[in-house]
C-alpha cells in the first residue's frame, strides 16, 4: 500500500515561487504531479521516474517548475516558480506501482493519490 502527503502549497502573488512536497510511503516506480482547477479536468504538470530520475512536463509549465525527489527521504518536490493566475488549482502527488517504460502524463496511469494541497496565485 503507498500513502502519498502534499504539503506546501498556499498564496502566493504572480510571479512569485512555491514548493510543494510529498511524503511518500509505500514502493513506487515512477511519481508525479496533477492539479485540478476550479471547473476543470485534473491536468498533468510533472513526472519523474524513482530510479534514474528521467522528468517529463506540460508544456504550459516548462521553464518554470520542476520536479525532484529524494530518495533517501521518500519525498517528491515540485519547484514553482514565476507562478501565474492560471496555475491555481489543487495539486495532487500520484504514485503509480507498476512498470512503465515511458512516463505516463494521463491520470488513470496513476493507483494512488494524495488528498491534494491548494496553490492560489493571485494578481
Known amino acids: 500500500q503507498v500513502q502519498l502527503v502534499e504539503s506546501g502549497g498556499g498564496l502566493v502573488q504572480v510571479g512569485g515561487s512555491l514548493r510543494l512536497s510529498c511524503a511518500i510511503s509505500?514502493?513506487?516506480?515512477?511519481v508525479g504531479w496533477f492539479r485540478q482547477g476550479a471547473g476543470k479536468e485534473r491536468e498533468f504538470v510533472a513526472a519523474i521516474k524513482i530510479i534514474g530520475g528521467r522528468t517529463a512536463y506540460a508544456d504550459s509549465v516548462k521553464g518554470r517548475f520542476t520536479i525532484s525527489r529524494d530518495n533517501a527521504k521518500d519525498t517528491l518536490y515540485l519547484q514553482m516558480n514565476s507562478l501565474k493566475p492560471e496555475d491555481t488549482a489543487v495539486y495532487y502527488c500520484?504514485?503509480?506501482?507498476?512498470?512503465?517504460?515511458?512516463?505516463?502524463?494521463?491520470?488513470?496511469?496513476?493507483?494512488?493519490w494524495g488528498q491534494g494541497t491548494q496553490v492560489t496565485v493571485s494578481s
Open positions: 500520484a504514485a503509480r506501482t507498476y512498470y512503465t517504460n515511458v512516463l505516463r502524463t494521463t491520470s488513470t496511469d496513476y493507483n494512488f
Open positions: 509505500g514502493r513506487t516506480l515512477s
